[in-house]
């Protein structure tokens, strides 16, 4: 079986509203608030075009302070560190520590993948930073491939680029929308909830 991991919020910390409570303590006094301005900053296609490789840093920082009236030089410096903010979450990398080693033994794992929306700058960060991306039997960034999920093609570009037999291929994605794209092209797809319920839903796999 192939497993395939997205990384923010399943293997890295990914907390947008947390982030902007911290950075922005004038603008954003409670959870709802915090929401609310992930999404305008987060969910706007200006961070999508980021995510995808089409826009820089700097500009869509530029854009979205422009568009929103936050403080620059603030959202300079939270954009341009997200990449230090992305920490491991080690209940998950405890999981993907035993798939690894059943990979190594031939054990039910063969092979194991990434594909995760994430910027050129992070995605570069988190390869410098973190060894155990070497695990990987291949992956796919989206700032580096000019798609993102859940749109089907870089899916496809993974499942090409490897070889990847869709009925052995499981993905897994805290999105919903990312893991119904999967599963529409006959992958096997997990809903990730939380490190728990990930092994859980692995083991009734077999894995």
Avoid: C
């Amino acid at each position: 079986m192939n497993i395939v991991f997205d990384f923010g919020a399943v293997l890295f910390t990914w907390r947008p509203g947390a982030l902007l409570l911290q950075t922005f303590p004038q603008r954003v006094h409670t959870p709802e608030e915090a929401a609310h301005l992930s999404h305008q900053v987060f969910g706007h296609t200006d961070w999508h075009d980021f995510d995808r490789g089409q826009l820089d840093i700097d500009s869509v920082v530029t854009r979205t302070a422009e568009r929103l009236d936050l403080p620059q030089q603030a959202l300079a410096a939270l954009v341009h560190g997200i990449g230090e903010r992305l920490t491991v979450i080690p209940e998950s990398l405890a999981v993907l520590t035993q798939l690894h080693q059943r990979r190594l033994a031939g054990d039910g794992v063969t092979g194991l993948y990434y594909l995760s929306n994430m910027p050129v700058p992070y995605a570069r960060y988190l390869e410098q930073h973190h060894p155990f991306l070497q695990w990987f039997d291949g992956g796919i960034f989206s700032g580096d491939v000019l798609h993102i999920k859940p749109a089907p093609a870089i899916y496809q570009l993974l499942q090409s680029r490897h070889a990847l037999v869709p009925a052995s291929t499981v993905f897994i994605d805290d999105l919903k929308p990312n893991v119904t794209t999967a599963e529409s092209l006959g992958w096997q797809g997990i809903h990730f909830t939380s490190p728990q319920q990930l092994q859980s839903d692995l083991a009734l796999l077999g894995l």
